[in-house]
């Protein structure tokens, strides 16, 4: 990302450097009436270059940020549609033979040509229409923009705006009190007008614009710490699937309630014997778990991690059969649930910590067994950020419906609401980020993945419609070990171990073997 960066800003300054008036006063000292090679000289170099950078961009895979979907697809094509008329307007207001340097260039400072200012077309509106069209078009040419598209796109706003102020200051240099009443008459780039009926309409439109601003991201910023804070009492908030109108609407501007997780049964109802334990977390905070002994060694430890607003009670279906394949299991309850101290979730991100010293914690306890790191949605990323960022090596990984990136999991939750997904998805992310105090956006199990080498399960529901299954795919393709990937048919968003018990036997007896392939190794 900082050879980009270097890129636009080296492209900035040659772009800028060529056209400066020193350069371009002393080329046209020394060429005259043959000024317009330069001119050409100029948009080659500009063209070229233009397209070494765009191509280094290009072939950067960076997080999906933001995309133009849903009821934003119209606004798009509007600035797309907006931008391909200034474009054109200007094209017909300007000398478009002396900007392509096809002749020779007069004193070289009009806007119209032949260094006079012009006001007629969309010069009448608008001093500076290509770079208001350069705008929309840069903001909008793209369904997606990812971490590399947003770079690019701020470092060429900021340069189009400052080079839009710099041609105002050469402007009023060249042509004087003509152009600063020309100022007076026209906008700069906006084609509202400066004074008369319209003023009022220019107001009513920024006050607007920035309240609506400001009310979406005071609802993103409560929303986002509805959902990764737990209260102590009241009922929780249904599933998004299940909402009719009026309660969808309910929700959307009064938030969620997700009352604290708690331990509800335990293994002696089903009756599993077990043995409660009580370790620190990264943060100093106490961490709660039920240990399952089963066979001893070389039998591996499970330790099984559960999903957003849950805890290790809601394992335990998962757990017996894990039980019953011979294995000790360990259920963890994340930092805000069950047994553990706290209330609040970072949805995986800190929770990769609990994972980390949940790791450390079996390996001191039960020393010399192989240890499988085994995570439900959340749980998935946990495990998997655990092992990339947080030091864990265990013998294997089992990750379960988990989430690609947390902006995506973000989206179909809107989606299931019948909302837009952007941008009330991006909002919700940063606002979630900034409370949690961490990058959000940089919070994604598919790029922890690509630094897990030890052998990893990946299973999911093929009719999963929080987590979609090509989320599960990207998880699997950027994983760089031995890895197995099982879609199960007719599943949803549940624990796999229920929804199909011999195709999940078969791939804990995949991830078992290798789990004990790799500790031989």
């Known amino acids: 990302m900082h050879l980009l960066v270097i890129a636009w800003v080296l492209w900035c300054l040659l772009h800028s450097g060529m056209i400066a008036r020193p350069v371009t006063g002393y080329f046209r000292r020394k060429l005259g009436a043959r000024f317009h ?18 191509l280094y961009w290009k072939s950067l895979h960076t997080s999906l940020l933001f995309s133009w979907e849903g009821i934003l697809v119209p606004l798009r094509v509007a600035l797309l549609a907006m931008a391909g008329i200034l474009f054109i307007a200007g094209a017909k207001a300007y000398d478009m033979r002396q900007f392509l340097g096809l002749q020779g260039s007069g004193n070289g400072g009009g806007l119209g040509g032949g260094g006079k200012i012009s006001d007629s077309g969309i010069l009448g509106h608008s001093r500076h229409p290509w770079y208001l069209g350069a705008l929309l078009f840069l903001w909008s040419v793209s369904r997606d923009i990812d971490t590399a598209a947003l770079v690019t796109n701020l470092i060429l706003t900021a340069y189009l705006l400052v080079g839009t102020l710099l041609e105002e200051r050469k402007l009023v240099a060249e042509f004087g009190e003509q152009y600063r009443r020309y100022q007076e008459r026209v906008p700069m780039l906006i084609p509202l007008p400066l004074t008369g009926r319209w003023m009022p309409v220019r107001r009513l439109l920024g006050a607007s614009l920035a309240t609506a601003f400001l009310a979406i991201n005071l609802a993103a910023f409560l929303h986002a710490g509805a959902m990764t804070r737990f209260e102590t009492s009241g009922i929780r908030t249904p599933p998004p699937e299940s909402l009719g109108i009026v309660q969808k609407a309910r929700t959307l501007f009064s938030g969620v309630t997700i009352p604290r997780p708690d331990s509800g049964g335990t293994p002696a109802h089903l009756g599993l014997p077990f043995e409660t334990h009580t370790f620190a977390g990264n943060g100093g905070h106490r961490l709660e778990a039920w240990y399952l002994p089963g066979a001893a060694a070389p039998q591996p430890l499970v330790l099984l991690f559960h999903g957003y607003a849950a805890g290790k009670a809601d394992l335990l279906p998962t757990a017996a059969r894990i039980y019953r394949l011979g294995c000790s299991v360990l259920l963890v309850d994340f930092y805000g649930s069950g047994g553990s101290t706290g209330s609040s979730t970072t949805i995986g991100y800190r929770e990769g910590e609990d994972a980390a010293a949940a790791f450390r914690f079996a390996r001191e306890q039960w020393p010399g067994r192989p240890i499988i790191l085994y995570g439900l949605s959340m749980g998935g990323a946990a495990v998997l950020r655990a092992v990339a960022v947080e030091g864990a090596f265990p013998a294997a990984l089992v990750v379960e419906s988990t989430f690609d990136t947390l902006l995506n999991t973000v989206r179909s939750r809107f989606r299931a609401m019948g909302l837009p997904p952007s941008p009330l998805a991006e909002l919700l992310v940063y606002w979630g980020g900034v409370r949690g105090g961490f990058n959000a956006f940089a919070h994604n199990p598919a790029d922890y993945a ?11 529901g093929a009719n999963d419609q929080r987590v979609l299954p090509e989320e599960a795919r990207r998880i699997y393709y950027a994983l760089s070990g031995p890895k197995r990937l099982s879609e199960y048919p007719g599943a949803g968003h549940m624990p796999l171990s229920g929804a199909d018990k011999n195709r999940w036997r078969e791939d804990m007896a995949w991830v078992l073997g290798a789990a004990s392939a790799s500790t031989e190794e």
């Not at 330069?38 to 948009?43: A, E």
């Not at 690509?450 to 999911?460: F, R, S």
């Open 37 to 54: 090679i330069y001119r050409i000289v100029f948009n080659l170099t500009a063209l070229a270059t233009l397209m070494g950078v765009v």
């Open 450 to 460: 690509a630094l897990v080498k030890c052998p990893t399960l990946v299973m999911h």
